[in-house]
């Protein structure tokens, strides 16, 4: 499994392993780097970033035994109120394949973000998800301070891949938050629709979200915000 770099090409990545359930983790250790290009930071949906374009490089490696974990880290070219300079996402977890073109997974994500002008935040994650071959995925998430406002949350995520041929496929996908704890964030749900391309060692994809918040206030300018996120990626080893 690999990650996003970004959370968005880690969505990416994540979901074309589904469609390779059998050889993901059979034969050898598997140790991946790759190097990206982000027209921005999207979290289910919430831009984190400016609209300026941000650089990636991230580092993953995957076990035969089911076991991965991953580096990424992202650099911002400028910044506003309420984004970033460089932000960080570790992970780790484990794959398990089952019968019927299924699989499960465990993982714990930890997403550390720096700013000269704004306080840093971070936040740690723990999902377990469902997978299948078909392109289909589920994951619950429990996150202790999602979008850096003491928001304990519960998270559904779903998402479906449509692969065309060897180069395209499309997919849809759809979050719904829960805060346990929240001052000023009640609910959460967000919908989103892409189109991915891949040829070599490249990939690229675009994706439009959708955005409903019922919000007391302002949370990373939700209401106002035109999500649209383009990734050109390089696999270097």
Not at 225 to 231: A, G, P, S
């Amino acid at each position: 499994m690999r990650t996003l770099l970004s959370i968005s090409k880690n969505a990416l990545l994540r979901s074309s392993l589904l469609t390779l359930i059998a050889q993901s983790h059979a034969f050898a250790d598997v140790l991946t780097v790759d190097a990206s290009l982000l027209s921005s930071h999207i979290s289910r949906g919430v831009k984190l970033s400016n609209n300026s374009p941000l650089a990636s490089a991230s580092l993953e490696w995957n076990s035969k035994s089911g076991l991965f974990a991953g580096l990424n880290c992202i650099a911002s070219g400028e910044q506003k109120i309420e984004s970033f300079e460089r932000a960080c996402f570790s992970y780790a977890g484990l794959f398990r394949p089952l019968e019927n073109k299924q699989a499960w997974s465990i993982e714990a994500r930890r997403y550390d973000y720096k700013s000269s002008g704004n306080a840093d935040w971070d936040n740690s994650e723990v999902s377990i998800s469902w997978h299948h071959r078909n392109g289909f995925l589920a994951s619950l998430s429990v996150s202790d301070n999602w979008l850096a406002r003491d928001t304990t949350a519960l998270a559904l995520d779903l998402s479906y891949r449509q692969i065309f041929n060897e180069r395209f496929s499309a997919v849809v996908e759809a979050a719904y938050i829960d805060p346990i704890e929240s001052g000023r964030l009640d609910s959460l749900a967000t919908a989103g629709l892409g189109l991915e391309y891949q040829r070599g060692l490249w990939s690229s994809s675009i994706k439009v979200f959708a955005v409903d918040a019922d919000i007391d206030g302002r949370l990373f300018s939700v209401q106002d915000q035109q999500n649209l996120l383009w990734t050109i990626s390089y696999q270097l080893y």
